[in-house]
C-alpha cells in the first residue's frame, strides 16, 4: 500500500510538474518526480494598484476602457459646443465703435467683425470725397482694431474657462 501510494503521488506530481512548466524546462531535466510545484490554489494574483491609482474605490479605473473613454470625450465635446456658441453669441452682441482723428465720421462693429453701421456728421461732408474716404478707412480700422481685442479677451475668458492652462500663451 505504501508503494502505490508513492507512486501515486510521484504520478500527481509528474504531471503537476508537466502542466505547469515549458516544454525547455522539462527537458533539460528540471522537473523531478520528488520536486515540490507551487500549487497554483496557493498563488496569490497579482494587483497592479501603482498605475493608474487602482483601488478598490475605483481610483484610476481601466485607462483602455474605450466605451467610458468615448462618453468623456462626447461630455467635453458638448460643453466646448456650448461654451463657444455663447461666446459666438455674447460677441455678436457686442458692438464696438470706431472714430476718425477728427470725430466726424463713427463705424460700429460687432464683436465678429461685422459692420453694423456708419454716421456721417455734415462736417465730415463738407470735407470733399477724397477726405471723406480718408476719415472712414480710418474709423473702420479703429472699430475693428478695438472688435479684434474684444474677440481675443473673449477667446481667453473661453479658454480659462474650459481649463486651458495659460491661454494667453496660446497667442489668441
Known amino acids: 500500500q505504501h508503494s502505490r501510494q508513492t507512486r501515486l503521488r510521484t504520478n500527481i506530481m509528474s504531471l503537476i510538474c508537466r502542466s505547469s512548466m515549458s516544454s525547455a524546462h522539462r527537458l533539460r531535466g528540471n522537473c523531478r518526480a ?5 500549487s497554483r490554489v496557493n498563488r496569490r494574483p497579482v494587483k497592479v494598484q501603482a498605475l493608474f491609482g ?8 481601466n485607462p483602455f476602457d474605450m466605451k467610458n ?4 470625450v462626447k461630455k467635453a465635446q458638448t460643453m466646448v459646443q456650448a ?13 464696438f465703435d470706431g472714430y476718425d482723428e477728427e470725430e466726424t465720421v ?6 465678429n467683425q461685422e459692420p453694423k453701421s456708419v454716421d456721417i456728421t455734415q462736417a465730415a461732408m463738407d470735407v470733399g470725397a477724397e477726405e471723406l474716404s480718408n476719415r472712414m478707412t480710418v474709423a473702420m480700422k479703429d472699430a475693428h482694431a478695438k472688435s479684434v481685442v474684444g474677440m481675443k479677451e473673449k477667446m481667453q475668458e473661453l479658454a480659462k474657462n474650459l481649463g486651458i492652462p495659460n491661454p494667453g500663451a496660446l497667442n489668441m
Open 83 to 95: 461654451e463657444t456658441a455663447r461666446v459666438q453669441g455674447e460677441l455678436a452682441a457686442t458692438e
Open 34 to 38: 520528488g520536486s515540490v510545484m507551487p
Open 54 to 61: 487602482g483601488g478598490k474605490e475605483g481610483g484610476g479605473g
Open 69 to 72: 473613454l468615448m462618453e468623456s
Open 106 to 111: 463713427r463705424v460700429v462693429m460687432t464683436g
